[in-house]
């Protein structure tokens, strides 16, 4: 089960963060913050392979004891970041790169709002609906 979902800006700014349940969402924003220092190690070991790959998905950032964290990267250097439930071992690497994949199509649709103005917190209820549905799924 995810619980949290985190868009970060390419200067590691929250863009949007979502999580369940809401009474450890400062335990979330910890673990958000302390996984972009292993997203830049990967994209800076990757170098010059990252430019010429296609596939962003970065992979399991780091687990602790009940979460896995989990990261992808845009060409733009903005991070996602999902927290997921360790005590769900049903999920499988293809499909948190599925539910990647589905993110960043809704940023990207976010993204083309003439009414957004990039650098902006994410308030758009269409990517909130679709973070809802993509936690409620994986449960």
């Known amino acids: 089960m995810a619980v949290c ?44 392979a990252l430019v010429d790959q296609r596939e962003l998905y970065l992979g399991l950032l ?12 845009t060409n733009s250097k903005v991070k996602f970041v999902m927290v997921v439930d360790s005590s769900n071992t049903a999920l499988r690497d293809n499909e948190i790169r599925s539910m990647f994949r589905k993110l960043h199509n809704s940023y990207t649709d976010v993204m083309c709002n003439p009414f957004y103005n990039p650098g902006d917190r994410i ?12 936690m409620i799924q994986v449960c």
Not at 11 to 21: G, H, K, Q
Not at 62 to 73: F, I, L, Q, R
Not at 123 to 134: E, H, I, L, P, Y
């Open 123 to 134: 308030q758009s209820r269409a990517f909130d609906g679709m973070v809802t549905s993509m």
């Open 5 to 48: 979902v985190a868009v970060i800006a390419k200067e590691n700014y929250p863009l949007y963060i979502r999580s369940v349940p809401t009474e450890n969402e400062l335990k979330f924003h910890y673990m958000v913050h302390t996984s972009l220092d292993v997203v830049d190690e990967k994209i800076s070991a990757m170098g010059k």
């Open 62 to 73: 780091y687990p602790t004891e009940d979460y896995k964290v989990y990261g992808y990267v």
